[in-house]
């Protein structure tokens, strides 16, 4: 027998979902003060979030403050030490020091480019190299190295009565008797 939609013994569509959402209903309505936990857990966490955005942004202010220092030393002319070479191998003309300024602040050269004036003391043939002298002291200059082998030649077997120019990089090396002495690895030498 087949019944009429609307009639009152006919089953409704959807009644069974109905009493399965009211079931459900039920279900999670003793879940309530548990949510009221989850609240605080929440809280909790969003407390500890903020307090590391708080962190993040002290170091993000420091990394900005160490970013502006080192733009402010980038503006900074070079010293001429820090001279680097033009294409060719020639280097800029720069301050020229002194054998007693380099001596004077040896820890400061030690490791970089320098241009040093001075008179030559003692030529070693077979180390190929000579000392720069001054009433401080004296500063051994290797040339083997040089690109020239004239020069090399040159420096081996002239007489140096007039001061030379020697640019090179400033190393310390094991002295010959007691302490550590300055040496330069001569890249350019004048005459």
Same mark, same amino acid.
């Given at each position: 027998?087949?019944?009429?939609?609307?009639?009152? =013994?006919?089953?409704?569509?959807?009644g &069974?979902?109905?009493? /399965?959402?009211?079931?459900l209903a039920?279900? +999670?309505?003793p879940?309530?003060?548990a949510?009221?936990?989850?609240?605080?857990?929440?809280?909790?966490?969003?407390?500890? /979030?903020?307090?590391?955005?708080?962190a993040?942004?002290?170091?993000?202010?420091?990394?900005?403050?160490?970013?502006?220092?080192?733009?402010? /030393?980038?503006?900074?002319? =070079? #010293?001429?030490?820090?001279?680097?070479p033009?294409? &060719? $191998?020639? +280097?800029?003309? *720069?301050?020229?020091?002194?054998v007693a300024?380099?001596?004077? =602040?040896?820890?400061?050269?030690?490791g970089?480019?320098?241009?040093?004036?001075?008179?030559?003391?003692?030529?070693?043939?077979?180390?190929? #190299? /000579?000392?720069?002298? =001054?009433?401080? $002291?004296?500063?051994?200059?290797? +040339?083997?190295?040089?690109?020239?082998?004239k020069?090399?030649? #040159?420096l *081996? #077997?002239?007489?140096?009565?007039?001061?030379?120019?020697?640019?090179?990089?400033?190393?310390?090396?094991?002295?010959?008797g007691?302490?550590?002495q300055?040496?330069?690895?001569?890249?350019?030498?004048? +005459?």
């Amino acid at each position: 027998m087949h019944m009429a939609p609307g009639s009152p =013994s006919a089953p409704r569509p959807g009644g &069974g979902r109905r009493l /399965l959402a009211l079931l459900l209903a039920l279900l +999670f309505l003793p879940a309530c003060p548990a949510a009221n936990r989850g609240d605080e857990e929440l809280r909790k966490e969003i407390k500890d /979030l903020k307090a590391q955005v708080a962190a993040l942004q002290e170091k993000l202010n420091q990394v900005q403050t160490g970013q502006q220092v080192m733009l402010d /030393l980038l503006k900074k002319p =070079s #010293s001429p030490v820090e001279a680097l070479p033009l294409p &060719g $191998g020639q +280097f800029p003309v *720069s301050e020229t020091l002194t054998v007693a300024q380099l001596l004077a =602040s040896k820890d400061r050269y030690v490791g970089a480019r320098v241009r040093v004036k001075g008179m030559a003391g003692p030529v070693m043939v077979h180390h190929k #190299s /000579l000392m720069l002298k =001054s009433g401080q $002291g004296m500063v051994e200059v290797l +040339f083997g190295n040089l690109p020239d082998p004239k020069l090399v030649q #040159s420096l *081996s #077997s002239t007489p140096l009565d007039k001061p030379i120019t020697v640019t090179g990089v400033v190393n310390l090396a094991p002295a010959r008797g007691a302490g550590a002495q300055l040496q330069i690895n001569a890249e350019a030498v004048e +005459f």
